[in-house]
């Protein structure tokens, strides 16, 4: 089922189940990362990989070792954010659609 929804509008995204795929709870971490509250995590986040990182001789020069980047948001079911749609957005959430609605 294609969302009714065109780029540019507002809407609702509901978690109804928790994905136990791996994809399907990335693809629900993007959306919801694209939240208007999803920069400043994004900022937090990369303000705490710069600090933990660690530097290593390698061939003579400086390697800086940087820790994976943890997932922002890890939506469980009752979560329900608004964003603004993009096209991009339109297909992330018709791929998780059995996980999710739409308002």
């Not at 971490?29 to 920069?39: D, E, Q, T, W, Y």
């Not at 608004?82 to 957005?89: A, F, G, K, W, Y």
């Amino acid at each position: 089922m294609a969302i009714s929804a065109k780029p540019g509008d507002k809407v609702t995204v509901t978690v109804n189940t928790t994905p136990a795929s791996e994809s399907a709870a990335k693809t629900l971490s993007r959306i919801f990362r694209a939240a208007p509250g999803g920069s400043n995590a994004r900022r937090r986040r990369k303000a705490l990989r710069t600090n933990n990182s660690e530097g290593r001789k390698r061939g003579g020069r400086i390697w800086m070792v940087r820790p994976k980047a943890p997932r922002l948001y890890q939506p469980t079911k009752g979560d329900q954010c608004e964003l603004t749609l993009s096209t991009s957005l339109i297909r992330d959430i018709e791929s998780v659609e059995r996980h999710v609605s739409v308002g």
